[in-house]
């Protein structure tokens, strides 16, 4: 085999392996980005939960509280079970809300990590695509040429993805005000 036949054959085996592992692993990167969601779906749901419990908590405690408007005198543990309400269920409630937030900004995150990795897996295609092209028996020129238009390709979608991606994440959907994150 000659020089220039060897190169191009290394060339097209490079190109092409770096497209196949790399789109394998950013696959695998996908379906945990995926599963993270979910993951953080039930999270939610158990968020959910425990607003209800702090909801059946503050109902349990109807009884002592219509007491106490009626007039009435509840017992010394009635009252120390009060006291504790109030600094419990705002501890819960503002816990609640930061969590909320959290997932708000982490969906964000997940959201344009999964544009990243369809953007890189795309990317990696690139390279497959011009590495397809090459014949083990291109000379130089044409080695360089195709090297040239896959260096320009993969210039351009890496600008597309920049410009499509935003930097900061910030909380939506809350009325408890505004958080940016990096």
């Known amino acids: 085999m000659t020089r220039k036949k060897i190169l191009g054959s290394h060339v097209k085996r490079l190109l092409s392996g770096v497209s196949d592992h790399g789109k394998k692993h950013l696959t695998e990167v996908e379906t945990d980005l995926i599963q993270t969601g979910l993951l953080l779906e039930e999270a939610i749901e158990k968020l959910s ?21 009626a007039g009435g005198t509840p017992a010394p543990e009635d009252k120390a079970k009060l006291e504790a309400l109030h600094a419990q269920v705002g501890g819960y409630v503002n816990a609640a809300i930061t969590s909320m937030q959290f997932q708000d900004m982490t969906s964000q995150l997940l959201d344009r990590t999964l544009k990243r990795v369809t953007g890189l897996r795309e ?6 695509a011009h590495g397809a092209e090459m014949l083990p028996e291109s000379d130089n020129e044409e080695i360089v040429d195709l090297l040239g238009k896959v260096s320009m390709a993969l210039a351009i979608q890496s600008l597309e993805l920049r410009s499509v991606l935003r930097k900061a994440v910030s909380q939506k959907h809350l009325e408890s005000g505004d958080i940016e994150l990096f």
Not at 123 to 128: E, H
């Open 123 to 128: 990317f990696l295609g690139t390279l497959g």
């Open 49 to 69: 939960f425990n607003f209800m419990a702090i909801h059946e908590a503050v109902s349990a405690q109807q009884d002592t509280i219509g007491l106490l408007l």
